[in-house]
């Protein structure tokens, strides 16, 4: 089962579909969790467990995300040079400013989490990845990006 520990419902079905899509590429049965277990059997350990055992899962694979933070970036600009030449004695000088013409500075949201792997046989974590992108409006390329990197490294560890 793959679950997706977010408050963002759109992001959470994104991100569990394209991990179970590149599960399923790879030979590996998985279900998404958003469509087995309702935000009301999180609530206590013994629902959760029970609903697991019913679904059959023998393994987890969460993922969970600190708060996005802002940062400010800066494209290249282009200005351009406008002022006087000026001629003091021997001196030539130049009075003036820039003036930008192009570029400016953008805030990015960045995001930064884990991937981790959970099996039934143990209650301890087997494995973890951390993961970390920027957020734009197109959440659906990032988690198919979150889901090809963690998949990917669990083949080459060996995990299934």
Partial sequence: MVVAKTSDGLAQRQLEDATVQQLKENGISAI???AHIKK????LEETLRKKV??????????????HPKSAYKSSPSVDARVGVPV???IFRGFLG????????TKNVD????????????????QWS????????????KL??????????SMVKHNLF
């Fill in 32 to 34: 998404p969790a958003y």
């Fill in 110 to 125: 960045k995001i930064s989490g884990k991937a981790t792997w959970y099996t039934c046989t143990s209650d301890e974590m």
């Fill in 53 to 66: 055992d019913e679904l059959e899962v023998d393994a987890l694979l969460a993922y969970t995300f600190d």
């Fill in 87 to 89: 001629k003091m004695g």
């Fill in 129 to 140: 990845q951390s993961l970390s992108g920027k957020l734009n409006k197109d959440t659906q």
């Fill in 97 to 104: 400013t820039s003036v930008p013409l192009a570029g400016e």
């Fill in 40 to 43: 009301t059997d999180y609530a």
């Fill in 143 to 152: 988690a198919e990006d979150f889901a090809q990197k963690t998949i990917k």
